[in-house]
């Protein structure tokens, strides 16, 4: 995700605020003031919305962690307006470990819920006057900051724990439908059971909560979104990546300038390609650099100063899966596929979209 604040790395993941977060405390402070709140109760309500992310943060950390034991690193934990995303480098699909990986981010809530417990005076608003409730939370303060962040843990752990995929719920009911069904039917079956509850959700949410609203329409894409994924992944899972790689390609020089690289842009069809010398591959050239490199840079700049050199290769007999999880994580949707030390093809994900639409699909 792009413009997002840096936090640092905790346990050898970043973390990070996306920018659209701080509309959220925009729209909090907005709401205070708007009923006649001063500057204080504005803190106090801030003040609670950065608590709250702070668990947030440790529910995804639940997750990754949990993620970890099972060999699976996380790429980033990023904040949203509507909760914490942890970017897992592919998802499990033993069942087993996909449910204890969805099960463990709630988990972490119930835990700062029965800490929480044992500081808050819950009796103190059990069995008290509806006005006088009322009264007493009608705004945050510090009389009643932590039984708000109390309460907010189990809101947490009730909300992620419905069947709506891809929320952790939804994740769980995957997880034990897998077992019985098979993990395409299991996520189709998931996401059509989240999708129903989004559509419940929206409706709702456009008479009472717009932000439920806004969340249903997350979980309805996000549902969809990786419905198509795994259906998808089980079309590439006989294939490796020989039987989708391009096998005409152009392979420029580091010398080559950028003005033989625009040429053949717009003379062909390709948009990346690979640079070699006598010793190999020794970068990348992306189309997606080139508007930036071309105003920096004259045309007559050699492609060896703008050229990619952190880049990935690879093997023809590499699973056609892995490399489709490959492009799908990475910034760089453009790979050279190498056998024996020789530029044998490359790759990118339009060529791998276009193999599930033809070959694949005839096959099936």
């Known amino acids: 995700m792009t413009r997002s604040l840096y936090l640092g790395h905790y346990a050898g993941i970043k973390v990070q605020i996306h920018w659209s977060f701080w509309l959220l405390i925009l729209f909090v402070a907005f709401l205070v003031y708007s009923a006649g709140g001063t500057f204080v109760d504005a803190l106090w309500h801030i003040g609670f919305i950065a608590a709250l992310f702070l668990c947030v943060v440790l529910h995804e950390f639940g ?5 970890r034991k099972y060999g699976i690193d996380t790429r980033s934990i990023t904040l949203l307006p509507i909760g914490g995303l942890a970017s897992l480098k592919e998802i499990p699909e033993d069942p087993k470990e996909e449910f204890m990986i969805a099960i463990a981010g709630p988990a972490v809530n119930v835990v700062i819920a029965i800490i929480l417990y044992f500081f808050v005076p819950v009796e103190q608003y059990i069995g008290i006057e509806p006005e006088l409730l009322e009264e007493q939370l009608g705004t ?4 009643n ?4 962040l109390f309460m907010a843990n189990i809101a947490l752990v009730t909300f992620n724990m419905l069947p709506a995929f891809p929320l952790d719920g939804g994740r769980v009911l995957r997880a034990l439908l897998s077992a019985k069904m098979g993990r395409v039917r299991a996520t189709q079956t998931a996401a059509t059971f989240g999708k129903l509850l989004a559509v419940l959700f929206f ?5 009472y909560n717009l932000i439920l609203a806004i969340i249903a329409v997350f979980i309805y894409f996000g549902a969809e979104s990786e419905n198509v994924l795994v259906i998808q992944l089980n ?10 790689m391009i096998r005409r390609f152009t392979i420029l020089h580091p010398e080559d300038t950028l ?3 625009v040429d053949m842009i717009l003379e062909g069809t390709e948009r990346d390609f690979v640079v070699a010398s006598e010793d190999g591959i020794v970068g990348i050239i992306l189309i997606s650099n080139l508007p930036n490199t071309l105003e920096e840079y004259h045309q007559g700049t050699r492609v060896k100063e703008v050229m990619e050199k952190n880049f990935k290769v690879l093997h023809p007999d590499d699973p056609l899966t892995e490399a489709y999880r490959e492009l799908a994580s990475r910034n760089t949707s453009f790979f050279p596929v190498v056998e024996f030390g020789r530029i044998t093809g490359v790759i990118d994900m339009q060529n791998i979209h ?3 639409q033809f070959r694949a699909r005839l096959d099936y």
């Open 140 to 143: 945050i303060s510090g009389g």
């Open 259 to 261: 003005h033989k690289v």
């Open 63 to 67: 997750h990754a962690l949990t993620a």
């Open 145 to 148: 900051f932590l039984f708000y």
């Open 203 to 207: 409706i709702i949410g456009l008479f």
């Open 235 to 244: 079309l590439l899972s006989p294939y490796k990546v020989r039987d989708a």
């Open 354 to 356: 276009e193999f599930i």
